[in-house]
């Protein structure tokens, strides 16, 4: 089991920033995605970082959307830059097993970004 706490939500302006954190704990995980669902939208896959650090984005998230990971903190980050209104969702980490396995099993409570015009 891996349990996920994000955190660093919050009220931003467009065109600014914020960084967002996932703090991971119990069992080793391979690789961590970022997600975010918009009210009355899907849930949106954003980018995924391995363990090894190789990243990947959507479209939607490259250029502006950067992961990172501190091993040594258990942790992985999600910046957002030049944010817009339609960034507003909630953010969501989310682990998965192996490299192998596509399935993200273990997801995170979520953490509310809103970003005003």
Do not use: H
Not at 42 to 71: P, Q, V
Not at 86 to 113: H, I, L, M, N, S
């Amino acid at each position: 089991q891996v349990q996920l706490v994000e955190s660093g939500g919050g009220l931003v302006q467009a065109g600014g920033s914020l960084r967002l954190s996932c703090a991971a704990s119990g069992r080793a995980w391979s690789v961590m995605g970022w997600f975010r669902q918009a009210p009355g939208k899907a849930r949106e896959f954003l980018g995924s970082i391995k363990w090894s650090g190789g990243t990947t984005y959507t479209d939607s998230a490259k250029g502006r959307f950067t992961i990172s990971r501190d091993n040594a903190k258990n942790t992985v980050y999600l910046q957002m830059n030049t944010l817009k209104p339609e960034d507003t969702a909630v953010y969501y980490c989310a682990a998965r097993d192996t490299v192998f396995d596509p399935a993200y099993k273990w997801w995170g409570q979520g953490t509310q970004v809103t970003v005003s015009s």
